[in-house]
């Protein structure tokens, strides 16, 4: 039921607290036809040779293929492999082609959104100069065939937008931000779409946490290297539409916060504590299911049952 629009993206940002308090009010415009389906969202695989990953990653998509929910496709949420940015070239290749070949395994079209681990060349030897085509996200696109850093693509009635969080710069830096051209390009996207049509993004650095408030504490605020720097200019352009859901990576935790009928869905690890136990000693390897059921988005996060202290045993053992 249409109750508020139109309003202004400013009515929305400065009514938020009021209207996101009173719930009911805040409904999308009537919603466009959609067909049913789902699709998973796993992120931060971490892909190495060491501990154990590369099987951890082979059960995760085992897992996946035996569900019941039999996914359309995959949204990857980047640091696919560990390590791109810091390593040489021979290092890259190796966790790169890991990554190709069990990716392989899934038999399902993956979408993906770059990782600060997936980049190449930006620090440590530094194998390639800044102007070589492979530096940076080059790599991560010819590994993965992302045609571009950031896109969009359809599927059921719903609008999927694969977003690029990670900003680069030689000597190693990096950072949480969506660049100027990009966000010019959301924002046509956006406009085109309208505030019928259903809206998924993929990120890699979240938009939407608390996780300074259960690691720092109640009062930390994160810095540009845990979340996006300007997400507030992103959840202001999102706010007019019908923008379901916001899947997140980076911080390993699983975690939902919802504000202007929007889910931002952080979604744990396949890795885990990078293949040492569970993030936070709580939050277990795992993956995202979503179910489409009409018009609606519902998820649950499926941990697959990697013990990283029983691979590690066994591993000593022999
Ligand atoms: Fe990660």
Known sequence: MKTHYPLTRRDLITGGITLAASGSLLTHADAAPTKDFSFVHLTDTHIQPELGATEGVRKAFAAIRSLKEKPTFALVGGDIVMDAAMVDRKRTDAVYDLWQS?????????????????????????????DNPEWGKGMWQKRTGAKNRYDTFDFGGYRFVTLDSVQIAEGGKWWGEFDAEQLMWLDNLLRKTGNTMPLVFLTHIPVMTLFGQYTGGT????????????GREFVEMIAPYNAQAVLQGHTHVVEVCEYLGTRYITGGAVCGDWWKGKRLGVHPEGFNVFSVKGGKLAHRYVPYGWDAAKYAAKKQDG
């Open 219 to 230: 009062t930390q605020a994160l810095g540009e290297g845990m979340i996006v720097k300007n």
């Open 102 to 130: 069990t990716a392989d395994e899934l038999g399902v079209p993956l979408y993906y959104s770059v990782g600060n681990h997936d980049v190449y060349a930006i620090g440590g030897s530094a194998p390639v100069a800044k």
